[in-house]
């Protein structure tokens, strides 16, 4: 079974440039996550969906970040424009509905706004 | 408040020494699932333990086990039998039910190191 694949793995901007990360869950997985990780802190959930609906997006800065999942698969975040408190790790996770099952994450894209 | 704390932020053993990993949470829901994760230098998330929130008995994998204290709201890892490779960030997680949207909350991390 593949797992979360996540892309860029690296991604290195100015201040007020635009950039996207993507991220493909696992097949057949309803809900995927996406996560700020800031060097030394524990993962902050930005955005939730369930299938292409969004579920939970109370943490995400909607001034400068936005997400999508069209057809309830892949999905893309963006920021526009990016500040310097945005250098983090940006992790995708997915689970299937229901079941005992832990979140299944990717490789992530580490930020650096320079 | 905070979902899930852990109050560690880090923590020494020595080698082939078992280590407690502290974690408590909040929810009010009955049903729910606690998971602990490591991440190692290389930045992975990796899935070590899970305890549902209606299991009688602690979860154990391997040198892992998860001391689940259901009245106390805690569920702390214990990991037997230290190694250098277990050297890494914990975190305590947990997961709120489908029908409240299927949430997954991350504590701030315990960041333990195995001296040889």
């Known amino acids: 079974e593949a797992g979360v694949a996540q892309s860029p793995r690296y991604k290195i901007i100015e201040k007020r440039q635009s950039v996207a990360f993507w991220c493909n869950p696992i097949?057949?997985?309803?809900?995927l996550y996406w996560y700020q990780q800031i060097l030394g802190q524990g993962p902050k959930l930005l955005i939730q969906?369930?299938?292409?609906?969004?579920?939970?997006d109370s943490q995400l800065p909607k001034d400068r970040f936005s997400a999508e999942r069209l057809k309830g698969v892949d999905s893309t975040l963006k920021i526009q424009p990016a500040k310097l408190e945005d250098s983090a790790v940006y992790l995708c996770?997915?689970?299937?509905?229901?079941?005992?099952?832990?979140?299944?994450f990717g490789q992530g894209t580490r930020l650096t706004v320079v | 408040a905070q979902k899930i704390t852990q109050t560690q932020p880090g923590m020494f053993v020595q080698e082939k020494e078992a280590v407690t990993l502290d974690c408590t949470y909040d929810?009010?829901?009955?049903?729910?699932?606690l998971f602990w994760y490591k991440q190692p230098s290389s930045g992975e998330m990796i899935f070590l333990i899970y305890?549902?929130?209606?299991?009688?008995q602690n979860a154990t994998e391997g040198r892992y086990s998860l001391n689940f204290q259901k009245a106390r709201k805690s569920a702390n890892l214990v990991i037997s039998a230290s190694q250098l490779g277990d050297s890494a960030m914990y975190f305590c997680?947990?997961?709120?039910?489908?029908?409240?949207?299927?949430?997954?909350?991350f504590g701030t991390g315990t960041s333990l190191t195995v001296i040889p």
């Open positions: 996770a997915s689970i299937p509905m229901g079941g005992r099952t832990e979140a299944f």
């Open positions: 305890q549902g929130s209606y299991d009688e």
């Open positions: 929810t009010s829901d009955q049903s729910y699932g």
């Open positions: 969906f369930q299938n292409n609906g969004v579920v939970d």
């Open positions: 097949s057949g997985h309803a809900t």
């Open positions: 997680a947990m997961r709120e039910p489908q029908n409240t949207g299927n949430q997954f909350y």
